[in-house]
């Protein structure tokens, strides 16, 4: 779908912004630009629908060199989102989104009703339309954009650092909600962070780029995170990134546990022994936190629940990754992390041991399958060469 070959810019005042760049972006794929600020990911996206002009090389977009396509018309045919959704004030949001088709000659009257009905698809109230973008909070002003971005139904989606304006509950929402999106309409998809864990969390290919505008590493996320290509792409993605690398295993073949639960009213008659841990739950049977045996003492003392009951720690739900499993049980004051399902009612828990025990065994599992595959592909060893008629 994109292709760079050989792609330098370099400014006027000698700033070389990137160098010598050759990459593939596969259709329909989710490729994300990743680095510190002034490595070139921004530059190079841009010029993609050639706001920038490379220096040197070239930029194709389905075989065809872009420099010999009207920038026009090529801008009208690519999907952009910027931060902070860059909505034009003064119009509607069923306006702003509608502004591409009707550029491209679409009737207003039909392009408005196209917008409305975007609107839901990217989870907003198709009501916010008549609203102005001044009335609308940051993370629904996001959402407009990529609203307006999918307007002409654009096969190339640009997202310059598009939720970094936003605060992290926001921003892990519109993240979820561009997953969702990719699923079902299959844009291809560059996006540019600084973010290592929004790369790697959304991402199909992540293309970390380093000093000097020279790419480091393009590979998929799980690669990136296991074997950096280099001490930059090392020490970029972070001490951390064996965590990060859970995201990619699941949880689904842990066996969750059953764990006590009880109800506020009934917190004063339990009879704990020492080490002993209960969920506490509302009447859903969602949980609200622990209490042990030091807990109880103090209700029965006269102490306020809230005084009493621990803090329960981050849930999980089944089809979660063993990174949020393992970020339950060690954010638990029990060590057990709650598993809940989609109601948020407790269904079981699982200890952080465990946990790391499913890690040990799946990564056992894969170095013998790597193993298998290596000696597959060796072919048969010297002892069994067919030695007849020597």
């Given at each position: 779908m994109i292709t760079f070959t050989g792609v330098t810019k370099r400014f006027a005042d000698g700033t070389t912004a990137v160098d010598d760049l050759d990459l593939h972006i596969e259709p329909e794929s989710f490729t994300v630009f990743v680095g510190p600020s002034g490595c070139g990911k921004t530059t190079s996206m841009r010029m993609i629908n050639r706001m920038i002009t490379p220096t040197s090389g070239s930029v194709t977009v389905d075989g065809e060199n872009i420099a010999n396509v009207d920038a026009v018309r090529l801008r009208l045919g690519i999907g952009y989102v910027i931060?902070?959704?860059?909505?034009?004030?003064?119009r509607t949001v069923a306006d702003n989104v509608a502004t591409v088709p009707v550029l491209r000659g679409q009737s207003r009257r039909s392009a408005r009703k196209s917008a409305v009905a975007l609107l839901e698809r990217v989870g907003l109230d198709p009501v916010l339309g008549n609203r102005y973008p001044?009335?609308?909070?940051?993370?629904?002003?996001?959402?407009?954009?990529?609203?307006?971005?999918?307007?002409?139904?654009?096969?190339?989606?640009?997202?310059?650092?598009?939720?970094?304006?936003?605060?992290?509950?926001?921003?892990?929402d519109l993240q979820s909600e561009m997953q969702r999106l990719q699923a079902e309409l299959r844009k291809t998809i560059v996006f540019v962070t600084h973010d290592i864990d929004e790369a790697v969390k959304l991402g199909d290919r992540v293309a970390v780029f380093g000093p000097g505008g020279r790419l480091q590493q393009y590979d998929d996320p799980r690669t990136v995170l296991a074997s950096?290509?280099?001490?930059?792409?090392?020490?970029?993605?972070?001490?951390?990134?064996?965590?990060?690398?859970?995201?990619?295993?699941?949880?689904?073949?842990?066996?969750?546990?059953?764990?006590?639960t009880a109800r506020r009213e009934d917190l004063a008659d339990l009879r704990l022994e020492r080490d002993e841990w209960v969920v506490v739950v509302d009447e859903a049977g969602a949980p609200q936190g622990w209490i042990d045996v030091t807990g109880v003492d103090g209700l029965r003392a006269g102490r306020s629940p809230s005084q009493c009951i621990a803090a329960g720690g981050s849930l999980f739900k089944p089809g979660a990754d063993l990174r949020?499993?393992?970020?339950?049980?060690?954010?638990?004051?029990?060590?057990?992390?709650?598993?809940?399902?989609?109601?948020?009612?407790?269904?079981?828990?699982?200890?952080?041991?465990?946990?790391?025990?499913?890690?040990a065994e799946q990564r056992r599992e894969e170095d013998l399958e790597r193993n298998q595959q290596f000696f597959a592909s060796a072919g048969p060893g010297p002892e069994a060469t067919d030695t007849t008629g020597s």
């Open positions: 931060q902070s959704g860059g909505l034009l004030p003064h001044a009335q609308l909070s940051g993370g629904q002003q996001q959402r407009v954009g990529v609203a307006r971005a999918l307007a002409a139904d654009p096969p190339i989606l640009l997202m310059d650092e598009p939720f970094s304006a936003v605060d992290p509950v926001v921003r892990e950096p290509a280099n001490e930059f792409v090392a020490a970029f993605v972070g001490r951390d990134r064996g965590y990060r690398g859970l995201s990619f295993r699941s949880a689904d073949t842990i066996a969750l546990h059953d764990v006590t949020l499993a393992l970020d339950a049980a060690i954010s638990s004051p029990s060590g057990i992390g709650v598993a809940v399902n989609d109601n948020g009612t407790v269904i079981g828990g699982v200890p952080a041991s465990e946990v790391l025990d499913k890690l």
